[in-house]
């Protein structure tokens, strides 16, 4: 990503380290997956949404620091908990052994376990006022839970045959947290209930987008940049949007829900450019 998202990436990657005990803290067997985990290459998508959603209302991103980490943590937990093998039974995860391979099944459980902890931690040491934090965690909660990340993963875990059934579990399993990292973004700016609608919008056509696209490079993308074998979700026999609506029909609806994250867009000025941005890099992304 060009900047300023690679300046956002730098900054999260510094608020991680910041957040996180060392490698040598007791228990060192625990800190040491939580780090690989969590300094795995990842494209930090979610924290730079934070950023990008204040940008809106000029909140520096000082401010928004922790609400960045905590998204952030909790997507490496939900990531390694859906690779173990009662759930996705994963090997690679961006290109390298997953939690469970690389260190052990019990200590990936402990590892998701400690990243949902630390992430509420760090919203709790915020600086800003005690009524955006509590903005914070009820959003985060809201996104993690049985309603959100929780109940999509459980609806993966069952039979989805129907294009409905599909677009409410990735709105749950991936939009949801997508949503609440542009709404915390956004909180300390106080937004009104258009704005908010909008941004809601702007989020659930740019989360179910990100899926879609993933879905595209399971078919068409190489097992080298995407980190993962080549048609997996295939082999696996997973309800995708190109399994269920065909690739052509796939990359149709790619377009029509960028345009929608576009159009949503379109009360603010120059000010969403890093939202535009992150729209377009969604759809055009090769990993």
Aim: aromatic share 6%.
């Amino acid at each position: 990503m060009s900047n300023p998202f690679g300046v956002w990436q730098q900054r999260v990657e510094g608020a991680l380290e910041q957040s996180i005990p060392a490698t040598t803290t007791l228990p060192t067997q625990l800190h040491k997956a939580i780090h690989y985990t969590v300094f795995s290459g990842g494209k930090r998508i979610r924290p730079i949404l934070v950023y990008a959603a204040g940008k809106l209302f000029d909140i520096s991103t000082e401010k928004l620091d922790k609400a960045a980490v905590a998204v952030e943590l909790i997507h490496t937990y939900s990531l390694v908990h859906d690779d173990l093998p009662a759930m996705d039974d994963d090997d690679l995860r961006r290109g390298e052994p997953t939690c469970h391979r690389a260190f052990d099944e019990a200590t990936a459980i402990l590892v998701g376990d400690a990243l949902q902890t630390m992430a509420f931690q760090a919203l709790a040491d915020s600086p800003l006022s005690s009524d955006i934090r509590l903005k914070w965690i009820q959003l985060l909660t809201a996104a993690s839970g049985s309603e959100g990340m929780v109940g999509g993963q459980m609806i993966d875990l069952e039979t989805v045959t129907e294009s409905d059934e599909l677009s409410t579990m990735h709105l749950m399993k991936t939009g949801a947290l997508i949503r609440a990292s542009i709404l915390m973004g956004a909180t300390p700016g106080r937004p009104d209930e258009t704005t908010t609608d909008n941004l809601i919008t702007y989020a659930n056509s740019i989360g179910l987008a990100f899926q879609v696209r993933d879905d595209i490079l399971d078919i068409e993308g190489t097992s080298d940049i995407i980190g993962k074998p080549q048609g997996s979700d295939l082999e696996q026999e997973k309800s995708t949007f190109v399994s269920i609506f065909g690739m052509d029909s796939a990359k149709i609806r790619l377009q029509k829900l960028h345009q929608q994250a576009i159009d949503a867009l379109s009360l603010f000025d120059s000010r969403a450019d890093s939202l535009r941005e992150i729209a377009n890099f969604i759809i055009q992304r090769d990993h």
